[in-house]
């Protein structure tokens, strides 16, 4: 599997490969934020009665774990 992983280093892709590569991981984001939010319609209240952030659809208001 390294191997493999350093051949596929040292072959350079074409801007319109990696812009194509790129698209593809953006939109498989996007299914999944939609999947999440369809599925997760109303907001979540913790035990004091505020609303849960999520890191997955706000990245600066979610609770990070680390500090």
């Keep these: 599997m390294i191997e493999q992983q350093r051949q596929s280093d040292h ?19 996007a299914r999944q934020l ?9 907001d979540r209240k ?5 609303v849960n952030l999520f890191n997955r659809t706000d990245n600066e208001s979610g609770k990070m774990s680390t500090g």
Aim: hydrophobic share 35%; with cysteine; glycine share 6%.
């Design 11 to 29: 072959i350079l892709e074409s801007e319109d490969q990696c812009a194509a590569r790129q698209l593809k991981h953006l939109q498989a984001n």
């Design 34 to 42: 939609r999947a999440w939010l369809n599925d997760n319609l109303e």
């Design 46 to 50: 913790g035990a004091n009665g505020r």
